[in-house]
């Protein structure tokens, strides 16, 4: 199941201690989550505020995919939005059909 997320982290925080918590998380094997693919996993230049795409293969992997940094430094993450995310040329139909079924 894919999913999109958009995230800030705390622009106040060192670069040295983010990158001492991916670090961290690289060398115990926890990052990348078991069952978790990230397509894309992009931040912006200027401050501190992302986007990522993720393949995970269950629920527990997504929460163990997010939870992790949030553990690992609590404060690092201002705010994180998550949803499963699907290609628009198949959400469309969909949008239509149930459409019609609402309004008839």
Not at 13 to 24: F, K
């Amino acid at each position: 199941m894919l999913f999109i997320s958009y995230w800030e982290l705390n622009p106040d925080l060192d670069p040295t201690e983010i990158a001492e918590v991916a670090q961290e998380l690289i060398s115990k094997k926890i990052y990348p989550a078991k069952g978790i693919n990230d397509i894309v996993f992009h931040v912006s230049t200027s401050d501190y505020w992302g986007i990522s795409l993720t393949e995970a293969e269950s629920e527990e992997a997504m929460v163990r995919s997010t939870n992790m940094w949030r553990i690992a430094r609590p404060g690092m993450i201002k705010f994180v939005k998550t949803s499963p995310a699907m290609e628009v040329a198949k959400v469309l139909p969909i949008l239509m059909k149930l459409k019609k079924e609402v309004k008839g």
